[in-house]
Each structure stands twice: as C-alpha cells, then as structure tokens.
C-alpha cells in the first residue's frame, strides 16, 4: 500500500485505485483513515449525496443502475456506496449487483463499490459517511448510498445523505409497515418501483395516506412516484425530483441542515475520541474489568462511574 499522503494525491485526482485503496483503509479503521480523511476534507462538499433504501428485493439496485445511465446521459459522474448486509461471497443479490454494474465499471465517470455492514459493528454509519467523503473528494457530482431499509441502523447509514429516496414495490405490505418508523420521517421521495405491476397505484395512495398524517407542516412536501427500475419508465422524472430537492436545500435549508450536521459530527468525533482515550487509559491501568465488575454486581451504575472517569480526565468542573 501506498502512504496515506499518495492515497489522498490520488483520490483528488479522482484515481480509480487510490479512491479503492481510500475506501479500503477506511474499512479497516486504522489511525491512518483519520489521517485520509484530514487530508481530504478540504476537497468536500460538492457532491449531492443520495440515500437511497427500501425493502429487500424492492429493486434498489436495479432502479440505482438505471439512474446511474440517466446522469451519465446529463454528464454527471456517480459514485455508488451499496451497503450490504449479506456475506460477498453467498449474497445471491451482490453477485446480481456486480454482474448488472460490471459493465458500468468500465465506465471512468462511475465508481461502485460494495461495503459488508458484517465487518464493522456498528461502525458502518462514521464507514459509510467517509467512504461518502472520499468520492466526493474525488469529485464525483452525485454519490448514492443504498442501503436495505431494515432496522435502526440503516437510519442512521442513510442519514448521511442529502437527499433521502425510500423506494418500495407493490404488495410489500408489511414492509411498509416494518419500515415506516424512522425511515418515513426522514425521507424526501417515494418511490414505488414496479410499477408494471398490479397494486402499484394502491401503494401510491398508501403511502400519500400515510403522509397526509405525518408530514402536515413540512415546507417540503415528499412527493410519490412511479418507476419500473427493468425498463427504466420513471427514472428521468425521479432525476427531476432529486435535482429539485437539491435546489430547495441550496436555497432553504442548506446552511441550517450544513450546521446541524456539523454539530452532529463533532458531537459524534468527541464522543469517539473521549470513549476509546478513557477506555485505553483503564486498559493501560488494568482497571477496566474492575469498573466492569462494579457494574454487573450493581455496586456501580455505568453514568456514575462515567462520571467519575471525565473528572478524573478533565478535572471537576466536567
Ligand atoms: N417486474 C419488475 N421487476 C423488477 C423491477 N425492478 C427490479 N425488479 C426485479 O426485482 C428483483 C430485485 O431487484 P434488485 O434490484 O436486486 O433489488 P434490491 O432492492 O437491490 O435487492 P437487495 O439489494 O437484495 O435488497 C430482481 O429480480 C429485479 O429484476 C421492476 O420495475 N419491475
Ligand atoms: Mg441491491
């Protein structure tokens, strides 16, 4: 591996390799990512990041592969995060991914890559938003992230985006229902792919029932669409949306939702950093797992001995 510097040269320079390499130090969490990601961060902040999710086998990937083709058409550059909950190596959908976008990889303007949520552990989400930032860096226009719209994780995966696309498919009823917590809320488009199907238009209206009573004082109002992602019917209208979405963010509510995020990403980085130099500092003491029998014999409740630590760090006035 090239040092952290070249990586970085490479990725600005929008190198296909070093963009991989980039992504792959990211994976591994070295202190080396941090330092990729200082060096970058500069660079970032021009791409439109996407989120895109829904329920397994909704289409996600086939709809991302039309949508792809459609900015490449407008003379964009995409770069893909797909978010993958399965194993690489068994994910009958993965190997369906990489085949459909094999033939987009030869394509300079676009870069894919799939990431395991298996391999972080609840890291995913700070993994997701730097591999995010590194093809942004890169100076892709339009960087999607698709995750399975599935649990309390993937909000937060998909947080990192934008523009936030939920897409679902006729009769997948109780996915609706599964889903809708969270996920309704911060989603900026519907999408209800499959349209070649019967019931499309009943999950339509589902979903507008649905927004009619959750969505009242809004300034934008997250529009439903329709697309059959095998065809591609519905794509450059669903395109339309997202760039409006963008426009009503630059001129709304961008500074607002940009400080919001800052605040939430230093409030997230100090928490990190303040966790793991106190947890290193008792393992480096041998006393972790005298703190840790404290609480499992209930002399000790885990925000008093937390407490107790931050003085000990910072002094009282913590
Ligand atoms: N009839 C119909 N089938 C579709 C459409 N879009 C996708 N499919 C099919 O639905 C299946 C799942 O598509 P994927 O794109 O892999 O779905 P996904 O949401 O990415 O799935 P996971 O990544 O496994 O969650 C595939 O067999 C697609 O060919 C559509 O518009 N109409
Ligand atoms: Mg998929």
Redesign the pocket.
């Known amino acids: 591996m090239p040092k952290i510097q070249e990586i970085a040269r490479g990725v600005l320079a929008g190198d296909r390799r070093s963009i991989a390499r980039a992504i792959t130090t990211i994976e591994n969490n070295s202190p080396k990512a941090q330092e990729l990601i200082a060096s970058i961060f500069p660079h970032t902040g021009n791409a439109h990041i996407i989120g895109l999710t ?1 329920p ?8 991302i592969d039309k949508i792809i083709r459609e900015y490449r058409r407008k003379g964009k550059t995409v770069g893909v995060i797909a978010v993958d909950p399965t194993s690489p190596f068994t994910g009958g ?1 993965f190997l ?2 990489r085949i459909r976008m094999q033939e987009l990889s030869t394509d300079q303007g676009v870069f894919i890559r799939s990431m395991a949520t298996r391999n972080y552990l609840g890291g995913i989400a700070k993994a997701t938003k730097n591999a995010a930032k590194v093809l942004d860096a890169a100076g892709k226009d339009v960087v999607i992230v698709e995750t ?1 719209g599935a649990g309390q994780s993937e909000v937060e995966i998909i947080k990192v985006a934008q523009t936030i696309v939920v897409l679902f498919a006729p009769g997948l009823g109780d996915e609706i229902q599964a889903i809708k917590a969270g996920i309704m809320e911060i989603a900026d488009i519907f999408v209800v ?5 019967a019931n499309a238009d009943k999950a339509v209206m589902d979903i507008q029932a649905m927004l009619q009573l959750n969505n009242k004082e809004k300034k934008w109002k997250p529009p439903v669409l329709k ?4 065809t591609g019917e519905g794509v450059p209208q669903l395109i339309e949306r997202i760039e409006e979405h963008r426009l009503f963010l630059e001129k709304k509510f961008e500074r607002k939702r940009s400080r919001e995020k800052a605040e939430a990403e230093l409030v997230e980085a100090i928490k990190e950093k303040v966790a793991s130099s106190i947890i290193e500092e008792l393992k480096r003491e041998g006393k972790l797992e005298e703190f840790l029998q404290k609480i499992l014999e209930k002399k000790m409740d885990p925000a008093s001995i937390a407490e107790k630590l931050l003085n000990r760090k910072f002094g009282k006035q913590v």
Do not use: E, F, Q
């Open positions: 829904g397994p086998g909704s289409g996600k990937s086939t709809l959908a369906g991914d399975v792919n499959k349209a070649d199907r697309t059959a992602a095998l």
